[in-house]
């Protein structure tokens, strides 16, 4: 009877916070660490510097090199492009053409490597799981069996990127086209699924762009530091292994493309709503290709590892309002900072 009643406080004061009891499709992962708290990243880890000190000489900004686009754009297509102007600031010129036919569907969020597809339906009670309390991350691994790599895996993440090695990239190439979006607050963050069609390529190696959602806190932290928020863009390749694509977000400029998926979010949580106007997701890239990259995981439960992680260097910026939009919704849908435990981690150069 107490434990009755345990549950129905507990699955009330999720709705009442806006977690859903029973997750619909949970996110590849979040991290949580307080973006003014880089303290309790640097314990026990690497020495690090004064976020202070470095912040400026290390900040990725929108004018870092890095490897530029590599346009393999067919002709421009001006009937697929989008009716919304300046979408995104210190973006590259979308490279629209005709949507190219997938190799194989990856249309669907993630792959079953994906946490969010393991949610709900198979483990209903396990799958609960949130960012704070009982079932927060420290949680996660003892929620459900299947979730065992959050809590003994030693490749999680997200971490926090600092003394890289330099590296001669394999160039980042993306070859995004515009589509019909699905957008759905599925009770951890907001998420868009994509048609198939659109493709990252890394050194011959091709990733299907599935979806892609977003952290309030960025979950990833350069040096120490958290940025506003982060996209994480989810491709999977034909065998399902999954690259992460994190686009840093920064106030600054507001973001019309932001703008306008905030506006499209379904009011009913878990329920998914098209996007009218074809939207292009070139639009949330930077200019500069510049990343880190490292081996993790997902990082939300159930925190699969084998996860290739590309982190731009450049940010994007949206507006403080907009940052605050999303916060209303996910205050801090984020994981926090997982010990990196010997990976290497690779900057281009
Ligand atoms: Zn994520």
Not at 114 to 134: D, I, R, T, V
Request: net charge neutral; proline share 8%; with cysteine.
């Amino acid at each position: 009877m107490r434990r009755l009643l345990l549950l129905s406080l507990v699955a009330f004061s999720c709705v009442a916070r806006g977690q859903e009891p029973a997750p619909v499709k949970p996110q590849e992962g979040a991290a949580a660490s307080s973006k003014v708290a880089p303290a309790t990243v640097a314990a026990g880890k690497e020495t690090a510097p004064k976020a202070s000190d470095k912040k400026e000489t290390e900040k990725p900004s929108a004018a870092a090199p890095g490897p530029k686009l590599v346009a393999t754009a067919l002709p421009k297509d001006k009937k697929a492009v989008t009716p919304v102007k300046h979408v995104v600031k210190h973006v590259s010129a979308p490279k629209h053409k005709a949507a190219a036919s997938s190799a194989n569907a990856a249309g669907e969020e993630g792959s079953h490597h994906e946490g969010e597809e393991h949610a709900g339906e198979a483990h209903p009670e396990g799958s609960h799981w949130s960012y704070e309390g009982e079932s927060g991350p420290e949680y996660w691994g003892s929620l459900d069996k299947a979730n065992s790599a959050c809590a003994v895996g030693r490749m999680q993440s997200p971490i926090d990127l600092q003394d890289a090695t330099r590296i001669s990239q394999p160039e980042l190439t993306f070859e995004y086209y515009p589509g019909e979006w699905q957008i759905v607050n599925n009770g951890h963050s907001v998420q868009v699924t994509v048609p198939a069609g659109s493709f990252l390529t890394v050194d011959g190696h091709q990733y299907v762009l599935a979806q892609f959602h977003f952290h309030h806190p960025s979950e990833e932290a350069i040096m120490g530091k958290h940025f506003d928020m982060v996209i994480h863009l989810v491709h999977k390749d034909r065998k399902g292994k999954l690259a992460v694509v994190a686009v840093l977000l920064s106030d600054g400029l507001a973001s019309n493309l932001i703008q306008t998926l905030w506006e499209s979010i379904p009011k009913e949580k878990g329920k998914t709503e098209t996007i009218s106007n074809k939207l292009d997701p070139m639009m949330l890239l930077p200019e500069s290709r510049a990343y880190y990259a490292y081996q993790g995981s997902l990082t939300t439960p159930p925190c699969t590892e084998g996860v290739q992680w590309f982190v731009l260097k450049a940010p994007l910026t949206i507006s403080e309002d907009e940052e605050r939009a999303f916060a209303a919704l996910y205050p801090h849908n984020v994981r926090p900072l997982q010990p990196r435990s010997g990976r290497v981690l690779e900057a281009s150069k």
